[in-house]
């Protein structure tokens, strides 16, 4: 959209799901997380219900897999390819899950499935727990030197408020210097008036060193329901001030952000915060709203 007061939004997180068609383990009432307002979301998720108005509009996307079927995750982005035949306006890229410990040659051989679908930027693997046993794994490091070289991004997801979790993950990446990185939901920041506040800010510090490591300002939601301005405000001064202008992208982590607001009025929030931390500077807000996302994760301008 090129009306000049229109401010063109790229979100790099959201998650579309077909419950009649995926898998979705993690939806099911028996099954982690227990959120008692899960059931909000066991739904069908389509890109109709991305939808932005008051100046705001919708330019790109990239879908994070959502546990369609991480057995056969080529089918969850067939799904999106087929998906997004019916809508041309909007520009989409696809995460796809993988699992790191596989043994290097299936590896290889589900990442090839993976990009025949040009839509395909890169893979998750949810690590959380299992970031020692990784990062100590050798067979490991061959597949991650792969997506390097194939220039796959990989998402990163973990609690950076833990320490021990981010000295591994530093130390264990710095072997890819080459490797695109996004850091999901900001490493779960905690509220500003926790006392673990501070040690997620000096984390946040530590891994703004690796070069290639981008952050998605996101999830706010999964850390408090009630989450406040103030707490956009505090994380967004953080990652700019740690990561620069060019190194940040707002998101949303949809259908979850409804969990708090719609996402409409997420994007307002977004946007007044951003305007608040850059004066209000055009340049800088396309960039953390709009740019980065599309440079980095390659969608058409």
């Known amino acids: 959209m090129k009306n000049e007061h229109v401010l063109n939004i790229v979100d790099p997180h959201i998650h579309l799901l077909d419950i009649n068609k995926g898998k979705y383990e993690w939806l099911k009432p028996g099954n982690a997380p227990f959120w008692p307002d899960k059931p909000l979301i066991d739904r069908n998720v389509g890109v109709e219900e991305l939808h932005l108005a008051n100046g ?4 790109g996307a990239v879908h994070i897999e959502a546990g369609f079927d991480n057995g056969q995750p080529e089918l969850e982005i067939a799904w999106i390819d087929g998906l997004m035949q019916e809508n041309e306006l909007l520009q989409l890229g696809g995460i796809a899950h993988v699992d790191l410990r596989l043994a290097h040659q299936d590896f290889v051989y589900k990442i ?5 679908h040009q839509r395909v930027k890169g893979v998750r693997h949810i690590i959380d727990d299992d970031i020692e046993i990784i990062c100590s794994n050798t067979q490991i490091n061959k597949n991650i030197a792969y997506l390097a ?3 796959l991004l990989f ?4 609690d950076v408020s833990n320490l021990r979790h981010t000295t591994i993950i530093n130390d264990f990446f710095s072997q890819f210097p080459s490797l695109n990185l996004v850091l999901n939901h900001a490493g779960f920041a905690p509220c500003y008036t926790s006392n673990l506040f501070q040690v997620w800010q000096l984390n946040i510090q530590k891994l703004s060193l690796l070069p290639q490591l981008y952050v998605k300002c996101s999830g706010f939601e999964m850390v408090s329901r009630q989450y406040t301005s103030t707490q956009i405000n505090q994380v967004l001064s953080v990652c700019i001030s ?6 940040v992208m707002c998101a949303s982590n949809y259908p979850l952000t409804t969990f708090s607001c719609s996402y409409q009025e997420y994007w307002e929030k977004i ?3 951003v305007g ?3 004066n209000n500077n055009i340049a800088d807000i396309r960039a953390v709203m709009q740019k980065n996302a599309s440079r980095l994760y390659q969608l058409k301008p």
């Open 112 to 116: 090839k499935q993976l990009t025949r």
């Open 56 to 59: 705001l509009h919708l330019q």
């Open 276 to 278: 608040l931390l850059f």
């Open 271 to 273: 946007h007044y915060a």
């Open 155 to 158: 998402e990163l997801q973990f």
């Open 242 to 247: 740690a990561f620069g202008k060019q190194r």
């Open 149 to 151: 070289q194939h220039n």
